[in-house]
């Protein structure tokens, strides 16, 4: 107990330093308002005058488009990671930056004596790298300070620059370039680390140029020296918890042991006996680095092989080390055996599961066990790692990699007892466009019989099935399986007029679900589903002209538009029966008190309006308004009788009224039209507004449907009292039965 509280109170002393030192760095860092908000802006649009280009950038943090100064331009405008570079005038360079949190945000440096630049920068857009040929050649590195919101092009290199290349990884720049104009010759490699701001550099001489120089993806050079044989250097960069960072070269070497940034693997530098010789062999267990120099199987337990990087650690076990070293001459295969003696970190993260996100700034739960001090993160994609934190049990606010998607966030802790980095630790975030339901959406009618279509608003990344909701419960599905993408469905309404039927209601909504997140949308509001439909007259139905007869039809859920009734003669509206009619119940009767009459109106005030003719094609119909709720007889029915045809009247004619005069003691046809008559002869009669003069003729036979008059004269050639005057109408009917019909409007008989 004594010694484990010696070693503990040593470590809390060596937490007490490393941590006090991390809160001192972090309190300068966020202390400049001007550094400690600096988050560079991207995706700037140039705009082009002549000589002249202005850059702007939509700035979230102002919520509007800056736009800079019109700057002198002469050629090659381009733009990467947040830094603009271009031609200014012949032999002068101009980079931009935008800086949000400066008051003048568009900061402007200029180099003159440049030619063909070489351009790159850093992957936080702080740096732009170029080569300046002209006079005493260089390299050259323009940098942008965020503290002091200025530019500086500090020399890195000068001589030849035979085969410079330029490497940028993360925040690394690592210039190499042969330099033939020093004696002996030299192989400079030059690293900027941007990370604590070191500057190092390894020169190696040689009797006779160099040749072959490469660069391999993680930043390994690879040479031939003038004995023809193949060399091999790399800078290797350490990053620690507290001030102790550093970077430093190494190159050609026997033994040394290095520590990687993620502690993933083994890591230790060996060296083997035999063919080939030790003195030209340097090989690299280094995960996070690599080697351009063979290929290595980590075997554990001499068991499973995994290629390198990612063999995790176990404590006490053994590691078999295959490699396939090749020198100038041969490739051999040697194997040697270490026991790990490096214990890995103690402890665990789980990163709870999130339901599909809508928001890109997620809070981010985790449970823990063992010694986690520390943490950190970092999105999928190779991005940056973000800022140590202090351990806790929720992180507010990490913003997922930008577009929608399935997105993997990793997790590290720090073990400040063993002074080491954890394996990563992953959750995968689904990051979803929210669903919204835009048609219906609230406050629609929906008939019943109708089609229509059945709209929302989702990019995916799943099939989404669409139902109809009803007060809270689920009535039907309208489809199941939508590809993403789709955004509408066309869906028709069933008819059922049962007073219990699912279909009819106020309180519907439609509702859009993921068929993998389970996420949805539904109408904001209730829509109505309802119907309208006419019982009577529904077909085969044979009404006497001039009769009442009862109108029916029954209307649920409907708009609250007045009801219009129509009669319709072989698919063609004749006119009205009603109209404005206000609807209480369901079921509802209007009495047609004279089968035949209509109320639309000629158009001439006074003038009556009727049916033209009889027949077997007529249907009435029921309408809301001029909505689509609408219904009409399920068939024809029809109307018979005698209908009046000659004398009809005074009638309208492009709104004028037409008086029609009879001329007394003239012939003239009185005619009707006659279907389905009962027995009976028929009887003519003159009215003079509800008066009867007497009559024309009688005792006609039933087929018959016209008859010439003497005007003003009864069946026995006297004369009507009065014979001469207005308002007279002329009546036909079946004698003893209620088949009549009379002249639509009244005419005048005047003397000659």
């Given at each position: 107990?004594?010694?484990?509280?010696?070693?503990?109170?040593?470590?809390?002393?060596?937490?007490?330093?490393?941590?006090?030192?991390?809160?001192?760095?972090?309190?300068?860092?966020?202390?400049?308002?001007?550094?400690?908000?600096?988050?560079?802006?991207?995706?700037?649009?140039?705009?082009?005058?002549?000589?002249?280009?202005?850059?702007?950038?939509?700035?979230?943090?102002?919520?509007?488009?800056?736009?800079?100064?019109?700057?002198?331009?002469?050629?090659?405008?381009?733009?990467?990671?947040?830094?603009?570079?271009?031609?200014?005038?012949?032999?002068?360079?101009?980079?931009?930056?935008?800086?949000?949190?400066?008051?003048?945000?568009?900061?402007?440096?200029?180099?003159?004596?440049?030619?063909?630049?070489?351009?790159?920068?850093?992957?936080?857009?702080?740096?732009?790298?170029?080569?300046i040929p002209n006079g005493s050649p260089s390299v050259v590195i323009s940098k942008y300070s965020p503290e002091n919101g200025s530019w500086d092009f500090?020399?890195?290199?000068?001589?030849?620059?035979?085969?410079?290349?330029?490497?940028?990884?993360?925040?690394?720049?690592?210039?190499?370039?042969?330099?033939?104009?020093?004696?002996?010759?030299?192989?400079?490699?030059?690293?900027?680390?941007?990370?604590?701001?070191?500057?190092?550099?390894?020169?190696?001489?040689?009797?006779?140029?160099?040749?072959?120089?490469?660069?391999?993806?993680?930043?390994?050079?690879?040479?031939?020296?003038?004995?023809?044989?193949?060399?091999?250097?790399?800078?290797?960069?350490?990053?620690?918890?507290?001030?102790?960072?550093?970077?430093?070269?190494?190159?050609?070497?026997?033994?040394?042991?290095?520590?990687?940034?993620?502690?993933?693997?083994?890591?230790?530098?060996?060296?083997?006996?035999?063919?080939?010789?030790?003195?030209?062999?340097?090989?690299?267990?280094?995960?996070?680095?690599?080697?351009?120099?063979?290929?290595?199987?980590?075997?554990?337990?001499?068991?499973?092989?995994?290629?390198?990087?990612?063999?995790?650690?176990?404590?006490?076990?053994?590691?078999?080390?295959?490699?396939?070293?090749?020198?100038?001459?041969?490739?051999?295969?040697?194997?040697?055996?270490?026991?790990?003696?490096?214990?890995?970190?103690?402890?665990?993260?789980?990163?709870?599961?999130?339901?599909?996100?809508?928001?890109?700034?997620?809070?981010?739960?985790?449970?823990?066990?063992?010694?986690?001090?520390?943490?950190?993160?970092?999105?999928?994609?190779?991005?940056?790692?973000?800022?140590?934190?202090?351990?806790?049990?929720?992180?507010?606010?990490?913003?997922?990699?930008?577009?929608?998607?399935?997105?993997?966030?990793?997790?590290?802790?720090?073990?400040?007892?063993?002074?080491?980095?954890?394996?990563?630790?992953?959750?995968?975030?689904?990051?979803?466009?929210?669903?919204?339901?835009?048609?219906?959406?609230?406050?629609?009618?929906?008939?019943?019989?109708?089609?229509?279509?059945?709209?929302?608003?989702?990019?995916?990344?799943?099939?989404?099935?669409?139902?109809?909701?009803?007060?809270?419960?689920?009535?039907?599905?309208?489809?199941?399986?939508?590809?993403?993408?789709?955004?509408?469905?066309?869906?028709?309404?069933?008819?059922?007029?049962?007073?219990?039927?699912?279909?009819?209601?106020?309180?519907?909504?439609?509702?859009?679900?993921?068929?993998i997140f389970n996420n949805y949308d539904e109408s904001d509001g209730n829509f109505h589903i309802g119907d309208i439909w006419m019982t009577a007259p529904?077909?085969?139905?044979?009404?006497?002209?001039?009769?009442?007869?009862?109108?029916?039809?029954?209307?649920?859920?409907?708009?609250?538009?007045?009801?219009?009734?129509?009669?319709?003669?072989?698919?063609?509206?004749?006119?009205?029966?009603?109209?404005?009619?206000?609807?209480?119940?369901?079921?509802?009767?209007?009495?047609?008190?004279?089968?035949?009459?209509?109320?639309?109106?000629?158009?001439?005030?006074?003038?009556?309006?009727?049916?033209?003719?009889?027949?077997?094609?007529?249907?009435?119909?029921?309408?809301?308004?001029?909505?689509?709720?609408?219904?009409?007889?399920?068939?024809?029915?029809?109307?018979?009788?005698?209908?009046?045809?000659?004398?009809?009247?005074?009638?309208?004619?492009?709104?004028?009224?037409?008086?029609?005069?009879?001329?007394?003691?003239?012939?003239?046809?009185?005619?009707?039209?006659?279907?389905?008559?009962?027995?009976?002869?028929?009887?003519?009669?003159?009215?003079?507004?509800?008066?009867?003069?007497?009559?024309?003729?009688?005792?006609?036979?039933?087929?018959?449907?016209?008859?010439?008059?003497?005007?003003?004269?009864?069946?026995?050639?006297?004369?009507?009292?009065?014979?001469?005057?207005?308002?007279?109408?002329?009546?036909?009917?079946?004698?003893?039965?209620?088949?009549?019909?009379?002249?639509?409007?009244?005419?005048?008989?005047?003397?000659?």
């Open positions: 107990m004594a010694k484990h509280h010696v070693r503990s109170q040593r470590n809390r002393d060596h937490r007490f330093t490393r941590f006090s030192f991390l809160l001192i760095f972090l309190t300068i860092l966020f202390s400049s308002s001007a550094f400690g908000f600096y988050a560079p802006l991207t995706n700037y649009t140039a705009s082009y005058n002549g000589s002249l280009i202005k850059l702007s950038v939509y700035d979230p943090y102002r919520g509007t488009t800056v736009e800079s100064d019109w700057l002198d331009y002469l050629t090659d405008f381009r733009q990467s990671n947040g830094v603009a570079s271009w031609l200014s005038a012949s032999d002068e360079m101009t980079v931009a930056v935008y800086d949000p949190a400066r008051s003048t945000p568009w900061r402007i440096g200029t180099r003159s004596n440049v030619l063909a630049p070489g351009y790159h920068t850093n992957d936080h857009g702080h740096a732009a790298i170029y080569a500090p020399g890195l290199v000068t001589g030849s620059l035979v085969d410079l290349t330029i490497y940028i990884r993360d925040q690394l720049m690592i210039i190499y370039y042969i330099d033939y104009e020093q004696d002996p010759y030299h192989l400079d490699a030059y690293a900027l680390d941007e990370r604590n701001g070191a500057r190092t550099k390894i020169i190696t001489p040689f009797v006779s140029p160099i040749s072959d120089l490469s660069v391999d993806e993680v930043g390994n050079i690879t040479y031939v020296d003038p004995d023809n044989e193949t060399n091999y250097m790399a800078y290797h960069f350490d990053r620690y918890i507290g001030p102790d960072t550093y970077g430093e070269w190494r190159g050609p070497s026997t033994t040394e042991v290095f520590k990687t940034k993620a502690m993933a693997c083994i890591v230790e530098e060996q060296t083997v006996s035999g063919s080939p010789s030790p003195e030209n062999v340097w090989w690299f267990f280094d995960c996070s680095i690599g080697s351009t120099s063979s290929s290595i199987d980590f075997k554990d337990g001499f068991a499973t092989t995994q290629r390198a990087p990612g063999h995790p650690f176990t404590t006490n076990s053994t590691f078999r080390v295959e490699q396939t070293v090749c020198n100038t001459f041969n490739c051999d295969c040697h194997y040697t055996d270490i026991t790990n003696t490096i214990v890995a970190p103690t402890g665990s993260i789980t990163i709870a599961d999130l339901h599909p996100t809508y928001d890109r700034d997620v809070n981010l739960s985790f449970t823990y066990s063992g010694e986690v001090d520390l943490m950190r993160l970092k999105n999928e994609n190779n991005s940056l790692w973000g800022s140590w934190f202090y351990a806790t049990p929720v992180y507010n606010c990490w913003q997922l990699s930008a577009g929608y998607g399935t997105k993997t966030v990793s997790a590290q802790f720090f073990d400040d007892d063993l002074d080491k980095i954890s394996q990563e630790y992953t959750a995968q975030i689904d990051y979803v466009a929210p669903i919204a339901v835009t048609s219906p959406n609230g406050g629609e009618y929906l008939k019943q019989g109708n089609t229509y279509y059945v709209t929302w608003t989702y990019p995916g990344p799943n099939a989404v099935k669409v139902e109809l909701w009803n007060n809270g419960s689920f009535q039907a599905t309208l489809a199941s399986a939508i590809s993403p993408g789709t955004t509408s469905i066309m869906c028709t309404i069933p008819v059922n007029h049962n007073e219990a039927s699912t279909w009819f209601g106020s309180n519907y909504k439609i509702r859009v679900t993921d068929v529904n077909g085969s139905e044979s009404i006497v002209l001039g009769t009442s007869y009862s109108i029916q039809f029954t209307a649920r859920e409907i708009p609250s538009d007045p009801i219009k009734i129509t009669l319709w003669d072989n698919d063609v509206k004749i006119g009205a029966i009603a109209d404005n009619i206000t609807i209480t119940n369901p079921e509802n009767s209007i009495s047609w008190t004279l089968v035949g009459d209509l109320i639309d109106g000629s158009g001439c005030t006074g003038i009556n309006e009727e049916i033209t003719s009889l027949g077997a094609n007529f249907k009435i119909q029921a309408r809301a308004g001029t909505t689509e709720f609408k219904d009409s007889s399920d068939s024809n029915f029809t109307i018979n009788g005698i209908r009046v045809s000659a004398p009809n009247g005074d009638y309208c004619n492009s709104g004028e009224i037409v008086n029609q005069i009879l001329i007394y003691g003239n012939q003239y046809s009185i005619s009707w039209d006659a279907l389905s008559l009962p027995t009976g002869d028929i009887k003519i009669t003159l009215m003079q507004g509800t008066t009867t003069l007497g009559v024309i003729a009688t005792d006609l036979p039933n087929t018959q449907t016209s008859y010439n008059w003497t005007v003003g004269k009864d069946l026995n050639g006297n004369d009507f009292t009065p014979s001469t005057g207005t308002g007279f109408k002329v009546r036909v009917r079946v004698k003893d039965q209620a088949v009549i019909d009379e002249s639509d409007n009244s005419f005048e008989i005047q003397n000659p």
